[in-house]
Structures are given as C-alpha cells and as structure tokens.
Antibody
Framework: QVQLVQSGAEVKKPGSSVKVSCKSS????????INWVRQAPGQGLEWMGR????????NYVQKFQGRVTITADTATSTAYMELTSLRSEDTGVYYC?????????WGQGTLVTVSS | EIVMTQSPATLSVSPGERATLSCRAS??????LVWYQQKLGQAPRLLIS???TRATGIPARFSGSGSGTEFTLTISSLQSEDFAVYYC?????????FGQGTKLEIK
C-alpha cells in the first residue's frame, strides 16, 4: 500500500520561497511519477508539474514555469516542490500525488499561507 | 492547453435519486479522462479512469461514459457519502488539466 506523507503547514512572506516535501512508502518510488497539484481556498485543482525519478524527467505547467522546481531523492523516496517569488495568490493547499497519467495515491496536503 | 468545463457548478439532488454530471473538453481527448471525488478537508479520490473504468473499491452506482469532447459521470442512487465535489481530468495531452468541479449537494 503506497502512502504519501507531506511536510507541515507553512506561513511565508511575499517574495520568499517555500519547499514542500512528500515522502513515499510502499512500492518502487524510482519508477513512479510524482505530481504536484495546487488548490487555492475554495477553488478547484490545478496541476503544477511532475517528475519521474527513474527517467530524470520533470515537466512543468507553463503558468508555473520559472518559479517551480520539482526534485526527487531516490535514497529517501522523497519528492520536493519548491515555489519561489511567492505572492498572496499562491496561498492554498499543495498536494503531491503518485500516478501516471492519473493520480491514484495522494498526500494529505500541505497548507501554504502567503501573508505579510 | 486543453480546457475542461464542468456543468453544472452545483447540483442539488435528493438521496436515493440519480445524479448526472457533465464534463466537456475544448478539443478531443479520446477516452483519456478520469473522474475524482473530493470531500471537504480531504484529498481527492480516484473514481473512474479511461472515461468508464471504475477504480478499485468504487461502488457500482458510479459510472462514467463518453468520448471525444463530451463525458458524463452518473451516480445511480445517491448515498449520503456521495455528496462532495467531483472533478474531471484529461490526460490526453500534457499539460493535463482539471475541470473546475461540480459540487453535489443534498436537496
């Protein structure tokens, strides 16, 4: 059974960066695809990007290109999402989810609040 | 980028009745469509993939249909636990994209 455990809630200042982690247990991490999805308060789901560790390939949605970096540490089966130049509109819950091309296993979500 | 549009935004249905949710793609996605259910405060849960294949453990009252640009999620007899927000997602073309969701509420 695959489980994804994300890091805790963050409060950040505008202009700063946040890095959220997602630790995977269960079966093979390297050959999976880890996706990051954002949900603003009261809003829908928004794909940010994905990484497939075994291929060393990352793909990003254009909206976030240049501000988001997704990485993976195969030694610890942990994926990371770093978002820079934070603004108030980046406030929301950030989910990691495993699966390709659909999302089968989800983390519990990490609330990121951007406020001065 | 393919835009997914769901309708209606909110659907009010009584328990035991049928609910029909729609999802439209801005261009053909073949059958490369999934549905998720999200309850308040929880992560989404996969319901259906390939437009019509129920995920493991999903009750038979959930069914999906459609191809190309028009898709439907039907819940045949609503149970109390089915009242939630439902999202469609296309995986035909990267970047994959979600619809804006349909909130299914108790009438």
């Amino acid at each position: 059974q695959v489980q994804l455990v994300q890091s805790g809630a963050e409060v950040k200042k505008p202009g700063s960066s946040v890095k959220v982690s997602c630790k995977s247990s269960g079966d093979t991490f390297r050959s999976s695809t880890i996706n990051w999805v954002r949900q603003a308060p009261g809003q829908g789901l928004e794909w940010m990007g994905r990484i497939t560790p075994i291929l060393g390939i990352e793909n990003y949605v254009q909206k976030f290109q240049g501000r988001v970096t997704i990485t993976a540490d195969t030694a610890t089966s942990t994926a990371y999402m770093e978002l820079t130049s934070l603004r108030s509109e980046d406030t929301g819950v950030y989910y990691c989810a495993r699966g390709q091309p659909w999302l089968v296993y989800w983390g519990q979500g990490t609330l990121v609040t951007v406020s001065s | 980028e393919i835009v997914m549009t769901q309708s209606p935004a909110t659907l009010s249905v009584s328990p035991g009745e049928r609910a029909t949710l729609s999802c439209r793609a801005s261009q053909s996605v073949s059958s490369n469509l999934v549905w998720y259910q999200q309850k308040l405060g929880q992560a989404p849960r996969l319901l259906i993939s390939g437009a019509s294949t129920r995920a493991t453990g999903i009750p038979a009252r959930f069914s999906g249909s459609g191809s190309g640009t028009e898709f439907t999620l039907t819940i045949s007899s609503l149970q109390s636990e089915d009242f939630a927000v439902y999202y469609c997602q296309q995986y035909n073309t990267w970047p994959y994209s979600f619809g804006q969701g349909t909130k299914l509420e108790i009438k």
